[in-house]
């Protein structure tokens, strides 16, 4: 199970951010679940890339607003003119406008990228040696979703956790927070701990100044040739990525048969890469929806269907895969029957 969840738990980690709540009605279980859907873990990477190719100056406020969740009167926000809004809402910022090599988020690039190479190379091998599905048990069931974390290189450097903001109805507060009259100038660049306790933002202690123009001026379009390319390209390998994952579901040279496990994992992955390479292809296609950190159909119905529908077929799987797993005489996990050791095992034809 441990090497069942690894990957999973990884993609989890590394791609969701953390909810920014700027409304005292926080949102229900069934509108933060749709982070966690791949598709949108990879329309986050997309979006971010994106966002800084396209920007003419880029600053700390703008990697920390764009990496954040945002959670609005009108539901999910991820928008370029939130970044100008949730400055006043603003309580800590990282250092650089770009993420540090010794930080948590460089940890989890790495992570997942040393996981999406050995993924890959596991897929394309097995594809040309026709032998990797018949190893496909619960132990390698979320593998491939490590290929989709190496969607996160383009966009590394610029994925950070290391912000803050004020929750519940900052947005449209009006912060009038009085330092300490004894606070010393020189150590406004470093509020001390009690300014920090109390959350007082960045913007009513002068140290976030407001953006001198608007998000739309500090931007390149999304038609614009830097945001043509980016679009195409991404959506090249997503193409790709799907491809892959429908190959393995026809059948091929040696292997005619299909188990339950392998059949809907197979489709598991193939429903997953079919939506995000449609929902990608028809934002990419509209300009103004595509500029948004948070895939724009996230606060929609059909969905959370599609989220809701994912979830209970990954439970289905590891349970199938669960009861149809087993391990062959020289020690590989599969959830073929024992006619294919000998596949499977080419040292028990000697």
Known sequence: MTLCLAPLIAHIVAGVASPVYLH?????????VCHYNP????WRYFAIIDR??????????DMAASNANFWTTKGWDGSEEMMDLSRSSCTKLPYRPRVSFLS???ANTIITTLQGVQAVYALVIGLVNDDYSYTTSLATLFFPLSVLGLLRLPAAIYLSSDYSYIDGGALLADFTYDLPAD?????LLEPPPEVCIYGRPLYAMGLLEPPSTSASERFHPVNSWRGIIVRIGFLLVVLGITGLSL?????????????????LSSIFYSIIMAVTSTVFGVYFCQVVSSGTTIIPCINSIWYKVYTFSLFALAGVLIIIMGLETRTTPCGKFTTYPKSIDEIICPSLQL
């Open 24 to 32: 005292t009605k926080q949102p229900s279980w069934h509108d933060r």
């Open 39 to 42: 598709t949108s873990i990879m």
């Open 52 to 61: 800084r190719i396209r920007a003419k100056t880029w600053n700390a406020a």
């Open 104 to 106: 948590g988020s460089a």
């Open 183 to 187: 606070l010393p100038s020189n150590q």
């Open 247 to 263: 190959v393995y579901l026809l059948p091929r040279w040696a292997l005619t048969e299909y188990t339950t496990s392998n059949l």
